[in-house]
């Protein structure tokens, strides 16, 4: 991605050599591809990223269908049994001679699409067909040096707009030069037309905007000091409208939001889309849960793919001047009770699809291969087994991206509905994640392991001695949908509720370098964890944490709840400070259980903050964007027995308070 380009897509030469993993093989009869791992260095024939076959024969005097795209259009996670070039080859083979050569990529980005399509002319299709647009607005990752990894100019030229146009500015030059990318692709599509007289198919992606909800650790940029507090009391009124069911009023308190913030936070436009649905107004739910998932676009924070109204815009755009044939996903996975909304049934999480939405997609892309009026009928899908797999999958797959856990249950649900018979691998799946460390010793894992599924994902699972807070979700959604499953643990232990699950440290909201403590960039923290003690065992709970509050105002506080319930106040602190506290709790309940954090609105300095971000801009490293409400250094749970050596001795050497009380106090600088 650039800031911009000079010159314009220009065709191949006719010696092209390769795509992806496949040489390209001249014969009488055509070009076959024939797969040279050493051409995709690391990915290696058995990747899931490309197609797994070896060897396109040459086309003789089949029609070739080439088919360009990403995970969506290599049919992830299904791939294996349902790819969507396989089914639009089962239909085309109902009606003529075709053969359809699948160059769809999972993770493909606008680099692969370009080169993808440079090689269309060797190839010599008689149909292109391009199903992308789900990875074009994603945020450049880190490169080896923390430093952003995209065309150098690209940083100076968002740090220029940030600085004339906020983070708003930021955004909308971000966006401009994604588009710039896209372009490149589609250009490249009209001058493979030109040479090789094919018809051109594209299809404009669509997003799952009934099944998702904004990323949970970021809320809005920094705002001047009346917008932000402004923004916070809209948004408290905007939930409690919902709440108590008055769903009317809360589409006037998002948009004075969106008037703070500019556009740049997913928040007010998912309650308003939220509100809309309950009204049954479907065009304005769609307008305001687009822009709720386009607004993370272009702050150079970490998010999932997702096609935004600018690349749809773009290829209808390119549809219309160029004459190519366009398939409209929004219209072709519409739900048929709300059709200005995408149906729930067709989408795994946010852009991939179930077998039903890949059933539906690509008979409507074979519809227009065959053109003529044509329209094949979508296939049954797949067997239920496969169908409950996918389903898990999709379930650990939006647990991990932070989704709520009624769309991860609901997943699960889904998954024993079509296949009862998977309950072993979820109960393993649960006990795995409930397992004291290391992990690998549980029965479980060599169950597990034994799944050639189900393998590659065990890292995840077992890899750290502390879960991410995202596969705490998984576990008890597991245990809503499943049951518990048995636990162990010591009645006296103690918790390190910040153990690292990631190596590197605590990430942050961007790409920039991970943290040795957590920072948040939202007005709640949520802490999972699980207590060892029995559920019958009376108790006594100690909490020690460190924190900070860097913006925040004198005189606030940061209120500690357990489970939701308020336990404690304490004192906004600028410097660290150590409390050390005892909970009101007498014994604990089996399961996953949650601390929480509610820190007070911050206020940085809303001049500075742009200046910072932009200098950083300048040397090519990520912007904060996002201002942080407070900071963990340390929280450490422990549980004792009461009325033990450990509760008496604990409770006398610190004189540990009750919640009533104020909690003994350590300020450092």
Same mark, same amino acid.
């Given at each position: 991605?650039?800031?911009?380009?000079?010159?314009?897509?220009?065709?191949?030469?006719?010696?092209?050599?390769?795509?992806?993993?496949?040489?390209?093989?001249?014969?009488?009869?055509?070009?076959?591809?024939?797969?040279?791992?050493?051409?995709?260095?690391?990915?290696?024939?058995?990747?899931?990223?490309?197609?797994?076959?070896?060897?396109?024969?040459?086309?003789?005097?089949?029609?070739?269908?080439?088919?360009?795209?990403?995970?969506?259009?290599?049919?992830?996670?299904?791939?294996?049994?349902? $790819?969507?070039?396989?089914?639009?080859?089962?239909?085309?083979?109902?009606?003529?001679?075709? =053969?359809?050569?699948?160059?769809?990529?999972?993770?493909?980005?606008?680099?692969?699409?370009?080169?993808?399509?440079?090689?269309?002319?060797?190839?010599?299709?008689?149909?292109?067909?391009?199903?992308?647009?789900?990875?074009?607005?994603?945020?450049?990752?880190?490169?080896?040096?923390?430093?952003?990894?995209?065309?150098?100019?690209?940083?100076?030229?968002?740090?220029?707009?940030?600085?004339?146009?906020?983070?708003?500015?930021?955004?909308?030059?971000?966006?401009?030069?994604?588009? *710039?990318?896209?372009?490149?692709?589609?250009?490249?599509?009209?001058?493979? =037309?030109?040479?090789?007289?094919?018809?051109?198919?594209?299809?404009?992606?669509?997003?799952?905007?009934?099944?998702?909800?904004?990323? %949970?650790?970021?809320?809005?940029?920094?705002?001047?000091?009346?917008?932000?507090?402004?923004?916070?009391?809209?948004?408290?009124?905007?939930?409690?409208?919902?709440?108590?069911?008055?769903?009317?009023?809360?589409?006037?308190?998002?948009?004075?939001?969106?008037?703070?913030?500019?556009?740049?936070?997913?928040?007010?436009?998912?309650?308003?889309?939220?509100?809309?649905?309950?009204?049954?107004?479907?065009?304005?739910?769609?307008?305001?849960?687009?822009?709720?998932?386009?607004?993370?676009?272009?702050?150079? #924070?970490?998010?999932?793919?997702?096609?935004?109204?600018?690349? =749809?815009?773009?290829?209808?755009?390119?549809?219309?001047?160029?004459?190519?044939?366009? /398939?409209?996903?929004?219209?072709?996975?519409?739900?048929?009770?709300?059709?200005?909304?995408?149906?729930?049934?067709?989408?795994?999480?946010?852009?991939?699809?179930?077998?039903?939405?890949?059933?539906?997609?690509?008979?409507?892309?074979?519809?227009?291969?065959?053109?003529?009026? /044509? =329209?094949? %009928?979508?296939?049954?899908?797949?067997?239920?087994?496969?169908?409950?797999?996918?389903?898990?999958?999709?379930?650990? *797959?939006?647990?991990?991206?932070?989704?709520?856990?009624? /769309?991860?249950?609901?997943?699960?649900?889904?998954?024993?509905?079509?296949?009862?018979?998977?309950?072993?691998?979820?109960?393993?799946?649960?006990?795995?994640?409930?397992?004291? *460390?290391?992990?690998?010793?549980?029965?479980?894992?060599?169950?597990?392991?034994?799944?050639?599924?189900?393998?590659?994902?065990?890292?995840?699972?077992?890899? $750290?001695?502390?879960?991410?807070?995202?596969?705490?979700?998984?576990? $008890?959604?597991?245990?809503?949908?499943?049951?518990?499953?048995?636990?162990?643990?010591?009645?006296?232990?103690?918790?390190?509720?910040?153990?690292?699950?990631?190596?590197?440290?605590?990430? *942050?909201?961007?790409?920039?370098? !991970?943290?040795?403590?957590?920072?948040?960039?939202?007005? /709640?923290?949520?802490?999972?964890?699980?207590?060892?003690?029995?559920?019958?065992?009376?108790?006594?709970?100690?909490?020690?944490?460190?924190?900070? %509050?860097?913006? !925040?105002?004198?005189?606030?506080?940061?209120?500690?709840? #357990?489970?939701?319930?308020?336990?404690?106040?304490?004192?906004? $602190?600028?410097?660290?400070?150590?409390?050390?506290?005892?909970?009101?709790?007498?014994?604990?309940?089996?399961?996953?259980?949650?601390?929480?954090?509610?820190?007070?609105?911050?206020?940085?300095?809303?001049?500075?903050?742009?200046?910072?971000?932009?200098?950083?801009?300048?040397?090519?490293?990520?912007? %904060?964007?996002?201002?942080?409400?407070?900071?963990?250094?340390?929280?450490?749970?422990?549980?004792?027995?009461?009325?033990?050596?450990?509760?008496?001795? !604990?409770?006398?050497?610190?004189?540990?308070?009750?919640?009533?009380?104020?909690?003994?106090?350590? #300020?450092?600088?």
């Amino acid at each position: 991605m650039g800031a911009a380009r000079s010159t314009s897509p220009a065709l191949p030469s006719p010696a092209v050599a390769a795509v992806g993993p496949w040489r390209l093989e001249e014969t009488p009869d055509g070009v076959a591809l024939r797969r040279d791992d050493a051409l995709d260095v690391g990915l290696g024939s058995a990747s899931p990223d490309w197609s797994p076959i070896d060897y396109v024969p040459p086309q003789g005097t089949a029609r070739r269908v080439v088919l360009l795209g990403e995970s969506t259009a290599r049919g992830w996670p299904f791939e294996a049994a349902l $790819s969507p070039t396989a089914v639009l080859q089962r239909h085309l083979d109902e009606v003529g001679d075709y =053969q359809c050569v699948d160059l769809a990529k999972v993770g493909a980005n606008g680099e692969d699409l370009i080169s993808a399509a440079r090689c269309l002319p060797t190839l010599d299709p008689a149909v292109i067909v391009s199903f992308a647009g789900n990875n074009w607005m994603l945020s450049p990752p880190a490169g080896p040096d923390g430093a952003i990894d995209a065309d150098p100019a690209l940083a100076g030229h968002l740090a220029d707009a940030l600085r004339t146009g906020g983070y708003a500015g930021m955004r909308s030059a971000f966006i401009q030069a994604a588009l *710039q990318d896209a372009r490149e692709y589609l250009d490249l599509l009209v001058l493979a =037309q030109k040479a090789t007289g094919a018809s051109v198919v594209i299809a404009i992606p669509e997003y799952d905007l009934q099944g998702f909800a904004p990323p %949970t650790d970021i809320e809005t940029p920094v705002l001047a000091e009346a917008s932000m507090q402004g923004w916070h009391e809209l948004r408290r009124a905007a939930e409690r409208a919902l709440d108590e069911d008055r769903a009317g009023d809360v589409a006037a308190l998002a948009g004075r939001m969106i008037d703070l913030d500019q556009g740049c936070s997913p928040v007010p436009g998912w309650l308003a889309g939220r509100a809309a649905m309950r009204l049954q107004d479907g065009p304005a739910a769609r307008r305001a849960l687009e822009q709720s998932r386009d607004a993370v676009v272009g702050l150079l #924070v970490r998010s999932t793919p997702r096609v935004t109204v600018e690349v =749809q815009d773009l290829l209808r755009s390119a549809a219309d001047d160029h004459g190519f044939t366009c /398939v409209d996903m929004r219209l072709v996975l519409a739900d048929p009770d709300l059709p200005d909304l995408p149906d729930p049934a067709c989408f795994l999480d946010f852009c991939h699809l179930t077998d039903v939405g890949i059933e539906r997609a690509t008979a409507a892309l074979a519809g227009a291969v065959l053109g003529d009026g /044509v =329209q094949p %009928t979508p296939g049954s899908g797949l067997p239920m087994e496969v169908q409950a797999f996918g389903h898990a999958r999709g379930a650990a *797959q939006l647990a991990l991206q932070g989704q709520p856990a009624y /769309v991860v249950r609901e997943h699960l649900h889904a998954a024993l509905r079509a296949d009862p018979g998977i309950g072993g691998l979820l109960d393993d799946v649960r006990d795995l994640l409930a397992a004291p *460390q290391p992990a690998w010793t549980h029965p479980a894992f060599a169950r597990l392991a034994a799944r050639p599924t189900f393998a590659r994902f065990l890292p995840v699972l077992v890899g $750290s001695s502390a879960e991410w807070p995202d596969l705490w979700l998984l576990r $008890s959604s597991l245990e809503d949908v499943c049951g518990r499953g048995r636990t162990s643990g010591s009645p006296l232990l103690e918790l390190d509720l910040l153990a690292l699950a990631a190596p590197e440290g605590h990430l *942050q909201a961007n790409w920039a370098p !991970a943290r040795a403590h957590l920072a948040s960039c939202c007005t /709640v923290t949520t802490l999972p964890f699980e207590p060892a003690a029995p559920a019958d065992l009376d108790v006594v709970v100690y909490l020690e944490v460190e924190y900070r %509050t860097p913006h !925040a105002a004198a005189g606030g506080s940061v209120g500690v709840c #357990v489970d939701g319930a308020a336990v404690i106040e304490l004192p906004v $602190s600028r410097p660290w400070a150590r409390h050390r506290m005892l909970l009101p709790v007498r014994r604990w309940s089996s399961g996953v259980h949650v601390l929480g954090f509610r820190w007070p609105v911050s206020q940085p300095d809303h001049g500075a903050a742009i200046e910072a971000d932009a200098s950083a801009l300048d040397r090519r490293q990520f912007p %904060t964007v996002f201002p942080v409400y407070g900071e963990l250094y340390a929280a450490r749970l422990t549980t004792v027995p009461a009325g033990g050596t450990e509760a008496q001795s !604990a409770d006398g050497a610190d004189g540990c308070p009750g919640a009533d009380t104020p909690p003994s106090t350590t #300020v450092r600088a």
